[in-house]
């Protein structure tokens, strides 16, 4: 399984505080170059804005536009969505630059590490419940386990399906992000290993387009997936802050 | 047979037919899909933003396989 060696963590600088281990690996170094590649890149694009934006400026107003209006205003509401835009734009942006970097070949894609993820969708998480309780109560916690439309003797049915869906919806949102991007990279490596474990180069030449065709579909896949998490924040989000019976 | 031969094609069996009702299901909604955007062009915009959550949805049930047949191969 040496193939798959690319998945592993390598402890670059070693840095520990108070018995935690908070060393520089190489996902901290990816998570660093795509962070300061997207900062380069936005500060770049949005250096000297005017009233009548040139060509530059119009990227930056562009992506911004998608964020409210696709992201935010779609599934929050116009009213609600002005407070919510910064963090469902920061997921985006966020995700996408990390699923972005593992494209350059010798890089670590961070988001296929469970860790990263995980921290994602416990966010997202918290921020639902605590959203659900400010705006409505622990009463209002309650209600979401009760949906209007059902007769009040199938409560006791329902009620603990509506408890597992909680759970599992950012659940899957980890999961769908995790697999996503461990899975195109993983069958990019294991055609590459193909190679070395035929040991013999002919087989380089029908491998090599087709992991070059895998490596564009794995553009398209991380602009999805980063689009799909936002979504689904923005929807969760929005459940929990409109008014319920 | 070993455990180790068992979990391999366990997982060869769980991610061969852990696909067939996501395939299934993703190609049923771009069907429907193309079929709405074909008798109303005009809200191509919103009928390809609910295909594209659909399909995620859909396609989250197929990667719950992958996960599994994963932890067969390199946990078990």
Redesign the interface.
Same mark, same amino acid.
């Given at each position: 399984m040496h193939v798959l060696e690319h998945f592993y963590l390598e402890t670059i600088v070693p840095i520990e505080v108070f018995g935690i281990d908070i060393s520089i690996t190489n996902l901290t170094v990816s998570m660093f170059a795509a962070a300061a590649l997207f900062l380069t890149l936005f500060i770049l694009l949005a250096l000297k804005p005017k009233v009548i934006p040139g060509k530059r400026q119009a990227v930056i107003e562009m992506l911004l536009t998608f964020i409210k209006r696709n992201l935010v205003y779609n599934m929050i509401g116009k009213k609600e969505g002005e407070r919510w835009i910064p963090l469902i734009g920061g997921i985006f942006v966020f995700v996408l630059a990390n699923n972005m970097i593992g494209l350059i070949p010798g890089t670590y894609t961070p988001t296929l590490n469970p860790i990263v993820p995980v921290t994602l969708a416990l966010i997202v998480f918290f921020i639902v419940q605590v959203t659900n309780i400010r705006k409505h109560g622990i009463r209002g916690l309650l209600r979401t386990l009760a949906p209007a439309a059902v007769p009040s003797w199938m409560y006791v049915i329902v009620a603990p399906i509506e408890v597992i869906s909680m759970i599992a919806k950012p659940f899957s949102l980890f999961v769908r992000l995790m697999a996503n991007m461990l899975a195109g990279h993983t069958i990019i490596l294991v055609l590459y290993g193909l190679i070395l474990y035929f040991k013999s180069y002919y087989l380089a030449i029908p491998i090599v387009p087709f992991a070059l065709i895998m490596n564009l579909f794995e553009i398209f896949v991380s602009a999805i997936q980063a689009y799909i998490f936002a979504v689904l924040s923005a929807m969760y989000i929005g459940e929990a802050v409109k008014p319920k019976h | 047979m070993d455990p180790k031969t068992a979990a391999m094609i366990a997982a060869g069996f769980t991610m061969g037919i852990g696909a067939i009702g996501p395939a299934i299901g993703i190609g049923n909604l771009v069907g429907k899909a193309l079929e709405g955007i074909a008798r109303q062009p005009e809200a191509a915009g919103q009928i390809q933003?609910a295909m &594209?959550?659909g399909i +995620?949805f859909a396609? +989250?049930i197929a =990667?719950?396989a =992958?996960?599994v047949a994963?932890l067969l191969i &390199?946990v078990a």
């Open positions: - | 933003t &594209f959550i +995620a396609e +989250a =990667l719950y =992958l996960v994963f &390199f």
